[in-house]
């Protein structure tokens, strides 16, 4: 199965490619539903393609809002530049669009973004039939449906699914409550994620069973956890999924390693079953609780107690070179000598290594005891034969 990674911006393209991931999803300057991420510019998406396709990885460009009439026109000249640069796919939601394409460039690979809500196996012949390359399910079907609506197809279309991150509290993703309450329209990219605030709701004419409820903080009755399938891989692939698919173009470049590094080795690993030690390193990167969604029509999905994510450890530096028992590191939070350091690593045999940070310098060779500036660069010993873009992360002491 191929797994797929979010990429917000260039460095966090990088990152997923150094950490294994088989393909890539990311969005220009406009037409994608995250238009407060980094993104790519014209040059960069050129750049992310021909660097992808040199390290036989592919890139797949979100065009997945929901269209007016006076987008049709600027989407034409921007298609045409995709299609252009050699992207592997581009991310539809809007049916116009899918046709549009079609129609218009039919080399272009049409992927139907979960946001088109496809829920049953007669759209998703519908869907066949326009000459779809893939069908990014809705987020709201179990594994039966799942597997049931693959064997239909026929192989005719590739199913790809969701299988950790955010989880939108609207069905698929599409959701008003950030154009209501701030005018910002989470369809055209720029949701406030409303859902996580923090609200007061009740049913009024009922004070049962109805799980609408709150205490005297609140509620987070909208504020969905993440989801976490690690440790079901086997069961989507003999559902027929093809690719599995990373949310979080939004988020650092640490939970763009972590998560992609953990699905890479529990692919690798099929059809073995990954155990409990993975969900523990995916709870080193910042995250809400976890549930496996409407997979296996769980009905505890909901996270009321608070909108604030945690994690178990903190990134602290990113490794640029390591040599003749020196490391070069980029500090990204701050740390200290005697400090102990975990290796977060694509190379099993140098994953989860820990190191104690000595004999620490900055860029002009000065001894220092502290990291303590954004972005400055420091060297410590170092006896493991670290890899460019390596991470260092350390353990949080929570109260």
């Keep these: 199965m191929e797994l797929l990674s979010p990429a917000g911006n260039y460095e966090k393209f990088l990152t997923a490619i150094h950490y294994g991931a088989d393909a890539v999803y990311l969005a220009g300057r406009s037409f994608g539903l995250r238009a407060f991420a980094g993104n790519f510019s014209n040059a960069l998406l050129k750049k992310a393609c021909a660097y992808a396709h040199e390290k036989n990885k592919k890139v797949y460009v979100t065009v997945n809002i929901l269209a007016r009439d006076a987008d049709f026109s600027p989407a034409k000249k921007y298609l045409a530049f995709l299609n252009e640069i050699g992207v592997d796919g581009v991310i539809v939601s809007d049916f116009g669009l899918i046709a549009f394409i079609r129609k218009n460039f039919p080399n272009l690979n049409v992927h139907v973004s979960t946001q088109a809500n496809v829920t049953n196996l007669q759209t998703a012949l519908f869907?066949?039939?326009?000459?779809v390359k893939r069908i990014v399910l809705a987020r709201e079907l179990s594994l039966k449906e799942i597997a049931s609506i693959a064997k239909g197809l026929k192989g005719r279309v590739e199913i790809e699914c969701f299988v950790h991150g955010a989880m939108c509290m609207a069905y698929s993703g599409r959701c008003l409550l950030s154009n209501y309450l701030t005018g910002r329209d989470a369809n055209r990219g720029a949701c406030v994620q409303a859902c996580r605030w923090k609200y007061f709701i009740r049913e009024e004419s009922r004070?049962?069973?109805l799980e609408v409820e709150e205490d005297e903080k609140g509620t987070y009755i909208l504020n969905s956890k993440d989801l976490c399938m690690i440790t079901h891989l086997p069961e989507l692939k003999k559902a027929g999924v093809s690719s599995l698919k990373i949310e979080g173009r939004m988020k650092s470049s640490y939970y763009v390693a972590c998560v992609t590094n953990a699905y890479r080795k529990a692919i690798d690993m099929l059809p073995k079953r990954a155990g409990d030690e993975f969900v523990c390193e995916l709870e080193k990167t910042s995250h809400r609780r976890f549930t496996t969604g409407f997979y296996f029509n769980e009905n505890d999905r909901q996270f009321r107690e608070s909108s604030t994510p945690f994690q178990t450890h903190e990134f602290v530096a990113v490794?640029?070179?390591c040599k003749n028992g020196r490391a070069t590191l980029e500090q990204r939070n701050f740390f200290k000598e005697g400090d102990i350091l975990e290796v977060l690593s694509p190379n099993s045999e140098l994953h989860n290594k820990t190191l104690v940070v000595k004999n620490m310098t900055?860029?002009?060779?000065?001894k220092i005891e502290k990291a303590n500036s954004a972005q400055?660069?420091?060297?410590?010993?170092c006896s493991l034969p670290l890899l460019p873009g390596d991470i260092l992360r350390k353990e949080l002491k929570h109260k």
């Design 127 to 131: 869907l066949a039939d326009l000459g």
């Design 207 to 209: 004070d049962d069973e």
């Design 319 to 321: 490794v640029k070179k």
């Design 362 to 366: 900055n860029k002009s060779g000065e």
């Design 376 to 381: 400055m660069q420091v060297s410590i010993d």
